[in-house]
């Protein structure tokens, strides 16, 4: 696809093949056409390789950050799992939520957990919220273990953030489905993928081989849930679509 921007005139026209469109520059479907290109040249430019959140560097775009936060808020939920630790970043991210809210927990579950990781976190301020689990988050053992550590009528909110190939993820969301209770989320991130196929730190099969198509193929299995994008809790403007790193990622269980 060409885009070419035109400030005198304010528009921005595609051209795809043989078909072309012209749009007005300053609106909803210029925005959603930029910022789509937006992210995929910022995921390549390991944007997200910016920022950290408490002291720890967390690996994820500000906007899937704060619609998480609403999420999180509106749900109030006692336990949060999330798959792949890495920095830790985002286990503060979602601690340092439970603490302002005075409730809850969050267990971290990564095939490996470095050192100088882990000491990080047990010594942050925010640890006595945080559980950390080692081992594949797929393993049947480690699998029973995190459900033993979820006490009955608990609200779990579940967010996949580890190995992201279709096969993985499709696991994951099986293992971790019946934790999740009507009203709350199974969230498989990192679908951008999908869109990365072409850049030049990604991969070729990432078309097909993503956390999105994995999500997409498990609701079809398990009716209980639906790919649901989150409702904004506030918005003055037109737009409607998250800007995001997690495309199709919000499965809600809905009965």
């Known amino acids: 696809m060409k885009i070419t921007i035109d400030t005198d005139e304010k528009t921005l026209s595609t051209q795809d093949g043989d078909a072309t469109k012209t749009l007005p520059l300053y609106s909803k479907e210029a925005f959603e056409t930029l910022s789509k290109y937006w992210v995929k040249v910022g995921w390549n430019q390991k944007y997200v390789y910016t920022f950290s959140w408490f002291g720890r560097p967390v690996i994820q775009l500000p906007e899937d950050m704060i619609r998480m936060q609403e999420v999180i808020y509106q749900l109030q939920p006692d336990v949060i799992i999330e798959t792949g630790v890495a920095h830790g970043g985002s286990l503060v991210f979602y601690a340092s939520l439970m603490q302002a809210m005075d409730k809850g927990r969050v267990i971290g579950i990564d095939i490996e957990i470095r050192p100088h990781n882990r000491a990080a976190i047990e010594a942050h301020p925010l640890f006595h919220r945080i559980e950390l689990v080692e081992g594949s988050s797929t393993d049947e053992k480690i699998v029973s273990d995190v459900k033993s550590m979820v006490k009955?009528?608990?609200?779990?909110?579940?967010?996949?953030?580890?190995?992201?190939?279709?096969?993985?993820?499709?696991?994951?969301?099986?293992?971790?489905?019946?934790?999740?209770?009507?009203?709350?989320?199974?969230?498989?991130?990192?679908?951008?993928?999908?869109?990365?196929?072409?850049?030049?730190?990604?991969?070729?099969?990432?078309?097909?081989?993503?956390?999105?198509?994995?999500?997409?193929?498990?609701?079809?299995?398990?009716?209980?849930?639906?790919?649901?994008?989150?409702?904004?809790?506030?918005?003055?403007?037109?737009?409607?679509?998250?800007?995001?790193?997690?495309?199709?990622?919000?499965?809600?269980?809905?009965?």
């Open 152 to 255: 009955e009528n608990e609200t779990v909110l579940v967010i996949l953030d580890s190995n992201h190939t279709y096969q993985h993820v499709f696991d994951e969301l099986e293992a971790y489905a019946d934790l999740v209770p009507v009203g709350s989320y199974i969230v498989a991130t990192d679908g951008v993928m999908q869109d990365l196929s072409d850049v030049p730190r990604g991969e070729s099969n990432w078309g097909t081989d993503n956390p999105t198509r994995a999500a997409a193929d498990f609701v079809k299995t398990d009716g209980r849930f639906e790919i649901i994008q989150p409702e904004w809790p506030f918005n003055e403007s037109e737009l409607t679509e998250n800007i995001t790193h997690w495309p199709g990622a919000w499965l809600k269980r809905v009965k």
